[in-house]
């Protein structure tokens, strides 16, 4: 791909079927602009070859500055991908996913009424500062003594995030009509989102977690998402107690991990497989109880991809593989943190390495570059097809009744459980309890 031409791909080299494309293609030139798991998996895929600079590439796993600046002078033929949606910030900006979410919740109120609209009530209260100032006051003020979390709308890695009780912690965002003279001089404050605290999370040896869990889009219209089965949960550091308010290691659960801590495993780091976590949780709250939360995580996903839906520019040329931030707080109810556009790749262990691995390896498969797939197909490597323009189901033979019945074709990490292995996941249970 040339800076100034701008293109990207052979000129009439392929069909317009993707599968002959494949055929007649000697070898799928790709560009990568990340240095971790995803250089490894493009270098080693058969029949790649990586180009640099400004050569013509058919694949581009890019980074979103670069699609910024580059994707709208691009001239992308039929059978080029790229990694992003151009305006894959309408759910992956902090402010934005809130925006969007409260406006679909609006319309199902409306058009479908209260019942279905509650089906959206999963992302924490959230206000954008300073734009709405003057209405977070009038909510804060409604719970007197509870905890916000403030988030600036579009950094990472725990960035900028503070936790506060008091308005005089977050001067700096008043909206104009309170803030001084000399305030008002300064240059803008940077956006950022009140949110409130999930005060009561869900915890595992004293120790608060959330999960990653990640979704692969290949279209938004219609929508067709992907689920991972082989998310994982990433525990903060130290012991949750709401009365430090300003120790992230205890509240955040994404900040560098304290390799000093004395139950830090240097192989496995401070994450649990999500394998790991659903034969915990049900081990203590039964298969049924289990079974409903990860219906709940699914009911997540695909109301966020709905809500966005008609926002994001549909694009052929475009996927987009999301990592995913649910918390779950004591009552085992899920919550939307954050969705992520570019979620880590960059591995913690050799375990995490394998799993990162294996999730680049599944996506560039349902990517399909080689024009391998059917476009049948309800499961590829770890994917499940979640949703296809409308939920997806497989069809479970029930050999012993001689019948069979429908459940969704989504499986976020379970294999699907027999009496047999939910007893043998009992006894391995009480092995995984982390140390306190
Ligand atoms: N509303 C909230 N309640 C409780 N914990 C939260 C809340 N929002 C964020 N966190 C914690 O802070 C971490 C970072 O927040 P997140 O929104 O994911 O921002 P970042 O972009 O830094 O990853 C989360 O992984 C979670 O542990
Ligand atoms: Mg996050």
Known sequence: MSKNKQTAGHKGAYSSQRKKEGEGRSCIRYRCGLT??????????????????????????????WLRENFDHSYMEEHVRISHFRNHYELTRKNLMVKNLKRYRKTLEREAGRLEAARCDF????????????????????????????????????????????LKDIIDWRKDGSRSEEQKDEAQVESYVAQRYIENPYLIAGRKFDLRVYVLVTSYIPLKAWLYRDGFARFSNTRFSLSSIDD????????????????????????????????????KHGFETVQTLFKEIDNIFIRSLISVQKTIINDKHCFELYGYDILLDQDLKPWLIEVNASPSLTASSQEDY?????????????????????????????????????????????EALGS?????????????????????????????????
């Open 36 to 65: 971790n798991t995803i250089q490894d998996v493009l270098n080693q895929r058969p029949g790649w070859v990586e180009v640099k600079d400004d050569g013509e590439w058919d694949f581009n796993w890019c980074d979103v500055g």
């Open 354 to 398: 394998e799993l990162k691995y294996r999730l680049l390896e599944d996506t560039l498969h349902i990517v399909d570059m080689e024009g391998r797939l059917t476009g049948k197909e309800k499961r590829v490597g770890g994917f499940d097809l979640m949703w296809n323009d409308g939920p997806v189901y497989t069809d479970v033979g029930l």
């Open 248 to 283: 992230q290691y205890v509240h955040l659960t994404n900040v560098a991990v304290q390799k000093t801590a004395p139950d830090y495993d240097p192989e496995k780091g401070c994450k649990w497989q999500m394998q790991q976590l659903r034969q915990y949780l049900t081990a």
């Open 123 to 166: 992302f924490p209260c959230t206000f954008v500062l300073p734009s709405e100032y003057h209405i977070f006051v009038e909510e804060f003020k409604r719970s007197p003594g509870s905890t916000w979390i403030m988030k600036p709308v579009a950094r990472s890695q725990g960035k900028g995030i503070f936790l506060f009780r008091k």
């Open 404 to 436: 069979s019945c429908l459940v969704e074709n989504t499986l976020l990490d379970l294999e699907k459980c027999s009496i047999a292995s939910l007893a043998h996941q009992w006894i391995l249970c009480s092995e995984w309890v982390p140390s306190e």
